[in-house]
């Protein structure tokens, strides 16, 4: 149950970095965001069992369906944030 809410925060840290530093290309920050969580959260999985799960294929495979959606989401929800803040400080003359 943990895992899932990890993954979901993870998925939103790392979609928020990575609009942070590929500001003009959110497509490749979103499928960047949504492809690191599980990467993580794997590792840290690997790190605290001490071997990788067998199953590991069908656990990524199942985490970049969540992550994806999540990590686009954030991605565009801050997009869209950036350029009305910039439509506002144009209109009220702040440049």
């Known amino acids: 149950m943990w895992s899932w809410v ?9 979609g928020a970095a990575a609009h942070s530093v590929l500001r ?12 690191a969580a599980p990467a993580v959260l794997l590792l840290l999985a690997r790190v605290q ?13 199942v985490m970049l369906l969540v992550a994806m959606p999540i990590a686009f989401a954030v991605v565009y929800a801050l997009r869209y ?10 209109d009220k003359g702040l440049s």
């Open 81 to 90: 944030l950036d350029r009305r803040r910039a439509k506002s400080s144009v």
């Open 24 to 35: 003009k290309q959110p497509v490749n920050a979103g499928f960047l965001a949504g492809c």
């Open 49 to 61: 069992l001490g071997y990788f799960d067998p199953f590991w294929p069908i656990a990524l495979f």
């Open 6 to 14: 990890i993954l979901v925060g993870l998925s939103v840290a790392l």
